[in-house]
């Protein structure tokens, strides 16, 4: 029953419905009223002037000697100026005057505003068509603390909602607001809707507009504007410092961060194993949002773009020369790589959360990004003693003086080994002991187990190199048993023959490797057998021996019966024979 006033006609209808014996409620029900007021009726505590608006007031006015005169002029002035600071106004000049009149201050100036004050900004509702806008925004999820393997995790969620059905799309990302966060994020948004819009708006991003620009030049940024291209978007912000005009993202932020947290409450930690386990958690909280807009999404996905046949670079790339220390520095960060990599020239190309090294076309090596945290701060490193400890274990000693000392110990358990080893050993042979448990827990993979046998063996005090090199001495290979082989016989080969069924003819005796040379009838022979059984043996008789004389052939002078009946000619042919 709304609330109404009561006069004596509504009364004088219920006491008659009463009197005909009609129920109350049946009585209440003709004479317009409720249950309850006709029982305070008939029982004569009716007040029928109740809810009435007074005349005049009841209690003075404690503001009446300053109001018309001070404050409402203040207010007309300026009507900026809120009820806390006209309270402090009257209290700096009227000290003790006053000290109970915030709330009627607040009160009076509140209803001051609705009557004469200037008028708000009009918020107005928007139609979305389906297809058309899409909108991305980067957020922090604040009042929670979230940590990966007990550290705190600095991390921005992006998030991209289309416009018409309210689909959704969040990851995380490791960083600032960078043109590599946004393309990532936007890529894989695209390729998880399955479509692209015609537009895509954001607020004015540093890594996609040119704030700072002057007319010239043009507002987009160039990757920024390639990636538009890319996907055939078209894009659009909105005005510099009205977020409000970029609503259909800002408020659903509100909604995504609460569920995040109250997924993270009940689960009772915000403590992840990993940031992909993290990241499972907001993908099942979004997954839920999206099945209450499956319907309108189902629609919008028929007016979505097709997605183009590749991506576009989502990365930055730099080069960088490995040193003689197996480092490379990227972006005041100093980072290890394989030493098998020394003098080599990289290109690098830096995602929000790795870096990714490439030697000629060939990926080589993968790193986590690292920023710098802490402010003065410009310069850190990222050492990881598996790219190293092949070449330290080779001298150890210099784990002793190197500045990444404390870097190379993998986490607070190492460093304390270390320290306990400093106690029991000499400076060298603990080098060598810790030198040595790194170079295992590279190679085998067993950095937990090496760890926990150091602990182990120092509690008891009795840990040595040997005992540490037999305890996790790799197996010996099996050797390999011997294995007999039947020969089959080659008989078997006849029968794949297609003319097996024709006898084979016998083969021809094989004639000898050697044969001895025939002497020709026409030609003299080169040299006479000393000895007969030698056949071998040769000796060489002079042949033109006059033709190779410097100053060429002479006359020999010699007897007639000396002299060859032949020329010359015959004894060259011989030579070049020989």
Same mark, same amino acid.
């Given at each position: 029953?709304?609330?109404?006033?009561?006069?004596?006609?509504?009364?004088?209808?219920?006491?008659?419905?009463?009197?005909?014996?009609?129920?109350?409620?049946?009585?209440?029900?003709? =004479?317009?009223?409720?249950?309850?007021?006709?029982?305070?009726?008939?029982?004569?505590?009716?007040?029928?002037?109740?809810?009435?608006?007074?005349?005049?007031?009841?209690?003075?006015?404690?503001?009446?000697?300053?109001?018309?005169?001070?404050?409402?002029?203040?207010?007309?002035?300026?009507?900026?100026?809120?009820?806390?600071?006209?309270?402090?106004?009257?209290?700096?000049?009227?000290?003790?005057?006053?000290?109970?009149?915030?709330?009627?201050?607040?009160?009076?100036?509140?209803?001051?505003?609705?009557?004469?004050?200037?008028?708000?900004?009009?918020?107005?509702?928007?139609?979305?068509?389906?297809?058309?806008?899409?909108?991305?925004?980067?957020?922090?999820?604040?009042?929670?603390?979230?940590?990966?393997?007990?550290?705190?995790?600095?991390?921005?969620?992006?998030?991209?909602?289309?416009?018409?059905?309210?689909?959704?799309? =969040?990851?995380?990302?490791?960083?600032?607001?960078?043109?590599?966060?946004?393309?990532?994020?936007?890529?894989?948004?695209?390729?998880?809707?399955?479509?692209?819009?015609?537009?895509?708006?954001?607020?004015?991003?540093?890594? =996609?507009?040119?704030?700072?620009?002057?007319?010239?030049?043009?507002?987009?940024?160039?990757?920024?504007?390639?990636?538009?291209?890319?996907?055939?978007?078209?894009?659009?912000?909105?005005?510099?410092?009205?977020?409000?005009?970029?609503?259909?993202?800002?408020?659903?932020?509100?909604?995504?961060?609460?569920?995040?947290?109250?997924?993270?409450?009940?689960?009772? /930690?915000?403590?992840?194993?990993?940031?992909?386990?993290?990241?499972?958690?907001?993908?099942?909280?979004?997954?839920?949002?999206?099945?209450?807009?499956?319907?309108?999404?189902?629609?919008?996905?028929?007016?979505?773009?097709?997605?183009?046949?590749?991506?576009?670079?989502?990365?930055? $790339?730099?080069?960088?020369?490995?040193?003689?220390?197996?480092?490379?520095?990227?972006?005041?960060?100093?980072?290890?790589?394989?030493?098998?990599?020394?003098?080599?020239?990289?290109?690098?190309?830096?995602?929000?959360?790795?870096?990714?090294?490439?030697?000629?076309?060939?990926? $080589?090596?993968?790193?986590?990004?690292?920023?710098?945290?802490?402010?003065?701060?410009?310069?850190?490193?990222?050492?990881?003693?598996?790219?190293?400890?092949?070449?330290?274990?080779?001298?150890?000693?210099?784990?002793?003086?190197?500045?990444?000392? /404390?870097?190379?110990?993998?986490?607070?358990?190492?460093?304390?080994?270390?320290?306990?080893?400093?106690?029991?050993?000499?400076?060298?042979?603990?080098?060598?002991?810790?030198?040595?448990?790194?170079?295992?827990?590279?190679?085998?993979?067993?950095?937990?187990?090496?760890? $926990?046998?150091?602990?182990?063996?120092?509690?008891?005090?009795?840990?040595?190199?040997?005992?540490?090199?037999?305890?996790?001495?790799?197996?010996?290979?099996?050797?390999?048993?011997?294995? /007999?082989?039947?020969?089959?016989?080659?008989?078997?080969?006849?029968?794949?023959?297609?003319?097996?069924?024709?006898?084979?003819?016998?083969?021809?005796?094989?004639?000898?490797?050697?044969?001895?040379?025939?002497?020709?009838?026409?030609?003299?022979?080169?040299?006479?057998?000393?000895?007969?059984?030698?056949?071998?043996?040769?000796?060489?008789?002079?042949?033109?021996?006059?033709? $190779?004389?410097?100053?060429?052939?002479?006359?020999?002078?010699?007897?007639?019966?000396?002299?060859?009946?032949?020329?010359?000619?015959?004894?060259?042919?011989?030579?070049?024979?020989?």
């Amino acid at each position: 029953m709304p609330n109404k006033r009561i006069d004596s006609y509504h009364t004088r209808v219920y006491m008659n419905g009463r009197d005909l014996g009609l129920k109350q409620a049946e009585a209440a029900y003709i =004479a317009e009223i409720s249950t309850r007021t006709g029982q305070r009726i008939e029982a004569g505590t009716h007040q029928p002037n109740r809810g009435r608006l007074q005349d005049q007031r009841t209690v003075p006015d404690p503001l009446a000697d300053v109001w018309e005169d001070e404050l409402e002029p203040m207010l007309r002035r300026d009507p900026r100026l809120k009820p806390m600071t006209l309270y402090e106004y009257l209290q700096d000049k009227y000290p003790g005057q006053y000290p109970q009149v915030l709330r009627t201050l607040q009160r009076r100036v509140r209803t001051w505003k609705a009557l004469h004050g200037p008028s708000p900004e009009v918020m107005f509702e928007l139609r979305h068509e389906p297809g058309v806008q899409g909108f991305s925004d980067f957020t922090e999820l604040k009042g929670i603390t979230i940590t990966i393997a007990g550290k705190p995790f600095e991390h921005l969620i992006y998030h991209y909602r289309l416009g018409y059905s309210g689909w959704r799309y =969040a990851q995380i990302i490791q960083g600032g607001e960078s043109f590599v966060a946004l393309s990532e994020g936007l890529q894989n948004a695209f390729a998880a809707c399955g479509g692209v819009p015609t537009q895509h708006r954001t607020d004015s991003l540093s890594a =996609a507009y040119r704030n700072m620009g002057g007319r010239r030049s043009k507002n987009l940024t160039r990757l920024y504007d390639e990636l538009c291209d890319h996907y055939r978007l078209e894009p659009t912000r909105n005005n510099k410092g009205v977020a409000h005009e970029n609503g259909s993202i800002e408020s659903p932020h509100g909604h995504l961060k609460n569920r995040i947290k109250q997924a993270i409450y009940l689960r009772g /930690s915000a403590d992840f194993t990993s940031v992909g386990e993290y990241q499972a958690l907001i993908d099942a909280q979004v997954a839920k949002l999206n099945q209450q807009c499956q319907a309108k999404y189902e629609q919008e996905k028929e007016h979505l773009q097709p997605l183009p046949k590749y991506r576009t670079p989502d990365y930055e $790339v730099l080069t960088a020369k490995v040193s003689k220390r197996s480092t490379i520095d990227v972006r005041c960060i100093l980072y290890t790589v394989p030493s098998r990599l020394i003098g080599r020239q990289l290109e690098l190309h830096l995602y929000h959360d790795r870096i990714v090294g490439y030697l000629e076309r060939h990926p $080589v090596v993968e790193l986590p990004r690292k920023r710098v945290s802490g402010k003065g701060k410009r310069r850190d490193r990222c050492i990881n003693y598996r790219h190293v400890i092949g070449s330290m274990r080779l001298k150890p000693r210099a784990f002793i003086y190197c500045t990444w000392q /404390s870097d190379l110990l993998p986490n607070p358990e190492y460093r304390q080994i270390w320290e306990q080893l400093k106690a029991q050993f000499d400076l060298e042979q603990a080098a060598k002991i810790i030198v040595e448990a790194l170079y295992i827990a590279a190679v085998q993979d067993k950095e937990q187990a090496v760890a $926990v046998y150091l602990q182990q063996q120092l509690r008891s005090s009795s840990l040595t190199l040997n005992r540490l090199k037999k305890q996790f001495e790799p197996p010996q290979m099996k050797q390999v048993p011997d294995l /007999s082989i039947e020969q089959h016989s080659l008989e078997l080969y006849d029968k794949l023959l297609p003319s097996c069924s024709v006898p084979a003819e016998p083969l021809p005796a094989p004639e000898p490797l050697f044969k001895k040379a025939q002497a020709l009838p026409h030609v003299d022979p080169l040299g006479i057998y000393r000895i007969p059984s030698h056949a071998g043996k040769l000796v060489l008789c002079g042949i033109l021996t006059s033709l $190779v004389r410097n100053g060429g052939p002479k006359k020999r002078t010699s007897s007639p019966k000396t002299c060859s009946h032949r020329s010359q000619a015959p004894k060259r042919k011989k030579f070049y024979q020989l």
